[in-house]
């Protein structure tokens, strides 16, 4: 079932206001029942996806979940609000313990740990090993169907069919370690024959190594984390086969886990790119997110016409998941069609948007962010620009911070800034290396009052201290 939009969004009202306001309110209790309206009937399952992992100022519920390591969330229909806000507390802080119960149900990302090891050899296992096939046809001239293979020079074609003998064995007995290391001796294998040989070589090699044994190998990465290396060097060897399996397998899971490491595979095999741009044009929307996700991990420039051109999409989450992928590409080009995103339907477009933006130097970016911070009337949006802008920390984004700070929201100026926002900012300025931010930070003492003003207090002192203490050690 997929997520429910309102009901995230007021999942991330609730969770944004507790990470200032952490010991409740009246509004606390007003955001409260209006997420405990938003459950539906037949309840609603929340997941994380791996399209926003290591998204660092998305200040919403995946966001956050991404942030606290939980995978999914299920919430019944009858589950009570204090519950919910146990939750969205624990959410909303960076440590401690997150409740489960029976009707608000969090299952968190399973790290993938090392296996069973018992088949692991440390000498080379293809040497005296026994085995019922006497010959190799791959590498005698014909192939099973008679059809003529390449011919090799008697020793590599000697050394090629011991490994494809360690191969089959290997495989029947399920000793996964084993063929792994048989595979990696064939890419060795390749590097050593001569040059006049080598593609002929290649050829041979890789038919031995069938779809479903590469398979077997992923598998084995994603419980032995130590042999991952290993499984992608001979991936990366097999070529652009390897790539469809991994994308094969990635369609059928749907665990943070196992999904981040086959991402992570698929993003860095240089043949699996036709494979992965043909996914953006997919008529489902999973099939195209994923594509934006498995192009951003690549992070090469090549691919952000493709990604900008998909930014119209229909579904917020495929528009969401192009912000992410941009977001990962260093190159001018991304900026502009970030900043056209800022305007986007859809909140949590805009939050992602704002979010990618996060470290960008590009003239333009500071006074766009202020733009739409001024129109923004999503609190989880506002927030997310507020703090893009003290990661920016230029002067400019300093000054724009400082007015955030000392325009207060009143009955008759409505387009001010909530408290919780206001203390946002100054929480973006204490982390602001610019040199505009002492000034920034003296404008607000001065002139916001109350709690705003001695939160800037505070920050003022630790930046004149932070900066007295790199002056002495320089």
């Known amino acids: 079932m997929p997520p429910k939009p309102s009901f995230e969004q007021a999942f991330s009202n609730l969770i944004d206001h507790l990470r200032t306001r952490p010991d409740g309110g009246a509004k606390t209790r007003r955001l ?30 995946l966001g956050r979940m991404h942030r606290r390591r939980v995978e999914t969330i299920t919430v019944r229909h009858d589950a009570p609000a204090d519950e919910l806000l146990q939750l969205a507390g624990a959410l909303a802080a960076d440590h401690g313990p997150i409740p489960v119960t029976d009707k608000v149900h969090v299952s968190f990302v399973v790290d993938v740990t090392p296996g069973e090891m018992a088949n ?9 090993r026994p085995v019922e096939d006497t010959e190799i046809p791959l590498v005698t001239g014909f192939d099973h169907d008679g059809d003529r293979a390449p011919r090799l020079p008697q020793g590599s074609a000697d050394e090629l069919q011991d490994l494809a003998r360690a191969i089959r064995e290997s495989e029947r007995r399920g000793s996964w370690t084993e063929a792994l290391h048989a595979a990696q001796a064939l890419t060795h294998l390749a590097g050593r024959t001569p040059s006049g040989s080598r ?32 499984v992608l060097q001979v991936l990366e060897w097999v070529g652009r086969d390897a790539a469809e399996v991994v994308i094969d397998a990635l369609t059928e899971t749907e665990s943070i886990g196992p999904k981040t490491f086959l991402c992570d595979l698929a993003a860095r095999l240089p043949d699996g ?29 090549d691919a952000v016409a493709a990604l900008a051109a998909q930014c119209d999409h229909g579904d917020p989450r495929v528009r969401r998941a192009m912000m992410t992928a941009l977001g990962s590409i260093d190159a001018p080009t991304t900026v502009e069609p970030l900043l056209r995103a800022l305007a986007d339907p859809d909140a949590s477009v805009r939050v992602a948007a ?18 739409a911070l001024g129109r923004e009337r999503v609190p989880t949006a506002r927030t997310a620009m507020i703090e893009v802008l003290g990661a920016i920390g230029s002067d400019e ?18 387009r001010g800034y909530s408290e919780d926002q ?30 705003v003003a001695e939160a800037a207090r505070r920050a003022l002192e630790h930046h004149v201290l932070e900066a007295q203490q790199h002056q002495a050690a320089r």
């Open 120 to 128: 692991r050899s440390p000498t080379p296992p293809w040497l005296g």
């Open 273 to 301: 790119y036709p494979l992965v741009d043909a996914l953006l044009r997919s008529p489902d929307w999973y099939q195209v997110r994923l594509g934006a996700d498995l192009l951003g991990r690549r992070g090469k420039p």
């Open 422 to 451: 206001r203390l946002a900012a100054v929480a973006a300025l204490a982390v602001c290396q610019g040199r505009g931010t002492g000034r920034a930070l003296e404008r607000i003492a001065t002139e916001a009052g109350g709690e």
């Open 32 to 61: 409260l029942r209006a997420l405990r309206a938003k459950v539906p009937r037949d309840g609603v399952v929340t997941e994380a996806g791996v399209e926003l992992e290591g998204t660092s100022h998305d200040p919403g519920l």
């Open 199 to 230: 593609r002929r070589m290649a050829i041979a090699g890789r038919r031995m190594l069938s779809p479903t044994l590469l398979r077997a190998f992923i598998n084995h990465a994603v419980r032995v984390p130590e042999e991952r290396p290993r």
């Open 354 to 371: 704002a979010a990618a933006l996060g470290g960008r130097a590009a003239r333009g970016v500071t006074m766009a962010l202020a733009q």
């Open 397 to 414: 984004a300093a000054t724009v911070l400082a007015t955030v700070a000392t325009t207060r929201r009143t009955l008759f100026r409505r």
